[in-house]
């Protein structure tokens, strides 16, 4: 790289810690600019014991040295810890910073572009940090340096996000041959993203087998792509899937909700995937009768071989079951076993293939398949995803039996399913006549809320508007700015507007805004939703399963695989009187009672709790009836007492401290508090209970749930 001298020079107060060649194990941490701990860093000479001020050394009883330098205090700490645990000595790296000073109280990394919000424009000042960072690598020349933080790697590559790139074995467009790896930084660690910790020490792990030399020693084997194909090379590929009856892999890439090519991996084959087009940028990829008969051995070979396995098999198969083909069977997928095996950390294919394969991150190439992007690049990337998803399938069965869990996982997730795609593929049918109804109810009781604001106000406003929001609430009546971390500008997301109306709940405006836009919510997700429209003329609502789609394992549904519908979980009670059962069938739910408040009685031996659960009266309603003071039967199923009620038996279940409870349940910080206590009060089994859980958590790491799943560090 070309150093281009700028006439300017900026203060350096956190020079770089550069090692002898000696002590120098190859690797230099990166970071992004200087906090004020490490600017004003005090070490001792001889035991190297430092503080972020002066003194004397309690040891050696001589004074500290102002000796500023890179990832000390928490962050150094947080880092040093991460190195250790990984096999590497902390002591023994290079530390350096892009910018090597403070940038100020108050400031963040910002102040050194001209759109700091977007930070597509840096500064004068920032180019020179950044040629000053490459001019000091390039002199000491390391094996590996790791780029902790967007900015630092940033610097010294050209690509951005560092969550999506962490883990990826680079080659630095900055100075060419070397390696660069990319982790967050430390800081962004503890700020509550631990789950990043345990995945940090993976990424490291590699950084220690990478320092031992400039070449890069950890990647794939050459993979090869059969892209383009002729029909005998796809049909001779299908009768081998058809007649091996080995684990076979299925992927499929759209257009819209158009399918564009398919792609296929059979583990007799390792490190070769084949991609079909269907349609391409120019029309069909084949004459009808060859179409017809791909389409018509494929659906041989998923009759024949019942090994099918992919990453979110729900989606691909959906648009199989179009084309009639129809799986036998199905061996694995990917994202539920990550679910069970690793149920705090993500599950899609980008973040798997980082932990699990050596092969760079390249998601961001399929984010979305329009008209203009060439057929080959999307060919190119099914492929990709044929040769990633069977390595990382075959990594977490091998964690899964390793850690006793891949009967849990065969018994509680893959085999439901079938399940999933059932109901997916029949899907909600639309009551036309409630759903006019109820579009009719919503739009009334919308426009009162609306005029009830704008009166009170003597304005129009847009309650979707975060500026008008904004302007209402913290200019006009002062309230206190809610942000979200790493934002600039004060936020009116629902859950800080929510916090908001439990501080002030004698602000009438706050319950209003919330009130319209949970109407216009309503009527976006369910009354305006795009619906499937079938021959007859029927609407449906369509949705996706996903087993396992939340830490507990609880299911969660999504727009369907074509991109319409809404999810089919969280219409509420009202809004379902516009759906029908699919004809010929009944709607019948089925729950447990008060599952999760028993499991806890019963593990806390909570006196008080095991005696409600052995009377006819709901948990509920006798913890409403303690509140307030009244017969149990007075409080009546769904309404607004019961369901506070409900909320604090949770929320102390899963030890929610009162505010959040209130922010839950949409009552003020007051009332909550208060009812909290009383229930607190009444069962202290239940305190001895969450420390125990916290022990177990502490000493060994892991804890199991009566389901059998495991949540573990």
Same mark, same amino acid.
């Given at each position: 790289?070309?150093?281009?001298?700028?006439?300017? =020079?900026?203060?350096? +107060?956190?020079?770089?810690?550069?090692?002898?060649?000696?002590?120098?194990?190859?690797?230099?941490?990166?970071?992004?600019?200087?906090?004020?701990?490490?600017?004003?860093? /005090?070490?001792?000479?001889?035991?190297?014991?430092?503080?972020?001020?002066?003194?004397?050394?309690?040891?050696?009883?001589?004074?500290?040295?102002?000796?500023?330098?890179?990832?000390?205090?928490?962050?150094? $700490?947080?880092?040093?810890?991460?190195?250790?645990?990984?096999?590497?000595?902390?002591?023994?790296?290079?530390?350096?910073?892009?910018?090597?000073?403070?940038?100020?109280?108050?400031? %963040?990394?910002?102040?050194?572009?001209? %759109?700091?919000?977007?930070?597509?424009?840096?500064?004068?000042?920032?180019? /020179?940090?950044?040629?000053?960072?490459?001019?000091?690598?390039?002199?000491?020349?390391? $094996?590996?340096?790791?780029?902790?933080?967007?900015?630092?790697?940033?610097?010294?590559?050209?690509? %951005?996000?560092?969550?999506?790139?962490?883990?990826?074995?680079?080659?630095?467009?900055?100075?060419?041959?070397?390696?660069?790896?990319?982790?967050?930084?430390?800081?962004?660690?503890?700020?509550?993203?631990?789950?990043?910790?345990?995945?940090?020490?993976?990424?490291?792990?590699?950084?220690?087998?990478?320092?031992?030399?400039?070449?890069?020693?950890?990647?794939?084997?050459?993979?090869?792509? !059969?892209?383009?194909? +002729?029909?005998?090379?796809?049909? @001779?590929?299908?009768?081998?899937?058809?007649?091996?009856?080995?684990? /076979?892999?299925? #992927?499929?890439?759209?257009?819209?909700?158009?399918?564009?090519?398919? &792609?296929?991996?059979?583990?007799?084959?390792? %490190?070769?995937?084949?991609?079909?087009?269907?349609?391409?940028? *120019?029309?069909?990829?084949?004459?009808?009768?060859?179409?017809?008969?791909?389409?018509?051995?494929?659906?041989?070979?998923?009759?024949?071989?019942?090994?099918?396995? $992919?990453?979110?098999?729900?989606? #691909?198969?959906?648009?199989?079951?179009?084309?009639?083909?129809?799986?036998?069977?199905?061996?694995?997928?990917?994202?539920?076993?990550?679910?069970?095996?690793?149920?705090?950390?993500?599950?899609?294919?980008?973040?798997?293939?980082?932990?699990?394969?050596?092969?760079?991150?390249?998601?961001?190439?399929?984010?979305?398949?329009?008209?203009?992007?060439?057929?080959?690049?999307?060919?190119?990337?099914?492929?990709?995803?044929?040769?990633? *998803?069977?390595?990382? *399938? +075959?990594?977490?069965?091998?964690?899964?039996k390793e850690k006793n869990l891949y009967e849990v996982y065969k018994t509680l997730s893959h085999k439901f399913l079938n399940v999933a795609l059932e109901m997916q593929r029949n899907r909600l049918r639309l009551n036309r006549d409630w759903h006019q109804k109820l579009a009719g109810y919503l739009a009334d009781e919308r426009i009162l809320k609306h005029?009830?604001?704008?009166?009170?106000?003597?304005?129009?406003?847009?309650?979707?508007?975060?500026?008008?929001?904004?302007?209402?609430?913290?200019? @006009?009546?002062?309230?206190?700015?809610?942000?979200?971390?790493?934002?600039?500008?004060?936020?009116?997301?629902?859950?800080?507007?929510?916090?908001?109306?439990?501080?002030?709940?004698? !602000?009438?405006?706050?319950?209003?805004?919330?009130? @319209?836009?949970?109407?216009?919510?309503?009527?976006?997700?369910?009354?305006?939703?795009?619906?499937?429209?079938?021959?007859?003329?029927?609407?449906?609502?369509?949705?996706?399963?996903? !087993?396992?789609?939340?830490?507990?394992?609880?299911?969660?549904?999504?727009?369907?695989?074509?991109?319409?519908?809404?999810?089919?979980?969280?219409?509420?009670?009202?809004?379902?009187?516009?759906?029908?059962?699919?004809?010929?069938?009944?709607?019948?739910?089925?729950?447990?009672?008060?599952?999760?408040?028993?499991?806890?009685?019963?593990?806390?031996?909570?006196?008080?709790? $095991?005696?409600?659960?052995?009377?006819?009266?709901?948990?509920?309603?006798?913890? &409403?009836?303690?509140?307030?003071?009244?017969?149990?039967?007075?409080?009546?199923?769904?309404?607004?007492?019961?369901?506070?009620?409900?909320? !604090?038996?949770?929320?102390?279940?899963?030890?929610?401290? =009162?505010?959040?409870?209130?922010?839950?349940?949409?009552v003020d910080y007051e009332f909550m508090k208060g009812a909290y206590g009383i229930y607190e009060r009444a069962t202290p089994e239940i305190d001895s209970w969450h420390r125990w859980v916290g022990n177990q958590a502490k000493t060994k790491g892991r804890l199991t749930t009566p389901m059998g799943r495991v949540r573990e560090t």
């Amino acid at each position: 790289m070309t150093l281009i001298h700028l006439s300017t =020079y900026y203060k350096i +107060t956190c020079p770089p810690t550069i090692l002898p060649t000696s002590d120098w194990n190859n690797i230099t941490l990166v970071g992004e600019a200087a906090g004020s701990t490490e600017v004003n860093w /005090w070490e001792c000479s001889n035991c190297h014991l430092g503080r972020p001020y002066p003194g004397g050394c309690p040891t050696c009883n001589i004074l500290f040295q102002h000796k500023p330098q890179g990832f000390v205090g928490a962050s150094g $700490n947080m880092l040093a810890m991460i190195c250790r645990n990984a096999g590497i000595d902390f002591s023994k790296c290079n530390r350096s910073n892009v910018v090597k000073q403070w940038p100020g109280k108050g400031k %963040d990394f910002g102040i050194y572009y001209r %759109d700091p919000k977007k930070r597509t424009e840096p500064t004068e000042e920032l180019l /020179w940090w950044r040629q000053l960072l490459i001019a000091e690598i390039t002199k000491y020349k390391p $094996n590996t340096v790791v780029a902790l933080g967007n900015e630092a790697l940033r610097a010294l590559t050209n690509v %951005d996000g560092i969550t999506k790139w962490q883990g990826s074995i680079l080659e630095s467009d900055k100075i060419p041959g070397l390696k660069v790896i990319p982790a967050v930084h430390p800081a962004y660690i503890m700020r509550d993203n631990w789950e990043e910790y345990y995945t940090t020490i993976k990424f490291f792990k590699r950084i220690a087998i990478e320092a031992k030399s400039p070449i890069p020693q950890l990647k794939e084997d050459e993979d090869v792509f !059969i892209i383009g194909p +002729t029909l005998p090379q796809v049909l @001779e590929f299908l009768d081998h899937i058809s007649s091996s009856n080995a684990p /076979w892999y299925l #992927d499929v890439e759209t257009r819209g909700d158009t399918l564009n090519c398919l &792609g296929l991996f059979s583990a007799l084959r390792p %490190d070769t995937a084949i991609c079909i087009p269907i349609q391409t940028t *120019t029309g069909p990829a084949w004459s009808a009768s060859e179409e017809a008969e791909i389409w018509k051995r494929l659906s041989l070979a998923a009759r024949d071989n019942s090994q099918l396995c $992919n990453q979110n098999l729900v989606y #691909d198969i959906e648009y199989m079951l179009d084309m009639g083909v129809e799986p036998s069977g199905f061996a694995a997928d990917s994202m539920i076993m990550a679910n069970v095996a690793f149920p705090e950390l993500p599950k899609g294919l980008d973040f798997l293939t980082s932990i699990f394969t050596y092969y760079p991150y390249y998601k961001d190439e399929g984010k979305t398949w329009k008209k203009s992007v060439p057929d080959e690049k999307v060919w190119i990337y099914n492929c990709k995803d044929m040769v990633a *998803t069977p390595k990382v *399938t +075959t990594a977490l069965t091998k964690d899964l039996k390793e850690k006793n869990l891949y009967e849990v996982y065969k018994t509680l997730s893959h085999k439901f399913l079938n399940v999933a795609l059932e109901m997916q593929r029949n899907r909600l049918r639309l009551n036309r006549d409630w759903h006019q109804k109820l579009a009719g109810y919503l739009a009334d009781e919308r426009i009162l809320k609306h005029r009830q604001l704008s009166d009170l106000i003597s304005r129009e406003i847009n309650v979707k508007s975060s500026p008008e929001v904004r302007k209402l609430l913290f200019d @006009e009546l002062r309230l206190p700015k809610k942000f979200i971390q790493g934002m600039d500008d004060p936020t009116t997301n629902e859950n800080k507007l929510k916090e908001l109306k439990a501080e002030f709940p004698d !602000i009438p405006h706050l319950k209003l805004i919330l009130e @319209e836009r949970h109407l216009r919510t309503k009527e976006s997700n369910y009354i305006n939703a795009k619906f499937d429209v079938d021959a007859d003329g029927s609407l449906y609502l369509p949705f996706m399963p996903i !087993i396992g789609g939340t830490k507990t394992s609880r299911w969660t549904f999504k727009k369907s695989p074509k991109w319409r519908g809404s999810s089919a979980q969280t219409i509420s009670k009202i809004m379902r009187l516009m759906y029908e059962p699919p004809v010929g069938n009944v709607f019948w739910q089925r729950d447990l009672s008060q599952a999760e408040a028993r499991h806890v009685a019963w593990k806390a031996d909570c006196h008080l709790l $095991n005696q409600v659960f052995a009377s006819p009266i709901k948990i509920h309603k006798s913890v &409403g009836s303690w509140i307030w003071k009244c017969p149990p039967e007075d409080i009546l199923n769904d309404s607004p007492r019961y369901d506070v009620a409900k909320r !604090i038996v949770h929320g102390r279940d899963y030890k929610l401290g =009162y505010k959040r409870a209130a922010i839950q349940a949409n009552v003020d910080y007051e009332f909550m508090k208060g009812a909290y206590g009383i229930y607190e009060r009444a069962t202290p089994e239940i305190d001895s209970w969450h420390r125990w859980v916290g022990n177990q958590a502490k000493t060994k790491g892991r804890l199991t749930t009566p389901m059998g799943r495991v949540r573990e560090t």
